[in-house]
């Protein structure tokens, strides 16, 4: 009776084991993703402030009637 009792426990906890590793291994992909859209959004964020640089706003030209 104790022996399939441990054996039993011992069955839960590797299943706990693979299925922590699982998470471990979607944590670490999602934490890879998350840096990689991180240095996209600041790219982009650049981008768009250069481009909004060089574009003319409306308190630097005149309009057409003057």
Avoid: A, C, W
């Avoid at 022996?3 to 426990?9: A, M």
């Avoid at 998470?23 to 964020?45: A, F, H, P």
Wanted: aromatic letters at 4%; hydrophobic letters at 30%.
């Amino acid at each position: 009776m104790p022996d399939e009792r441990i054996n039993e426990l011992e069955i839960r906890m590797t299943h706990l084991e693979d299925f922590i590793n699982q998470l471990n291994r979607i944590v670490l992909e999602n934490g890879k993703v998350i840096d990689s859209l991180r240095t996209e959004q600041t790219s982009l964020k650049q981008q768009l402030n250069d481009l909004s640089e060089q574009m003319p706003g409306p308190g630097t030209e005149r309009p057409p009637h003057y």
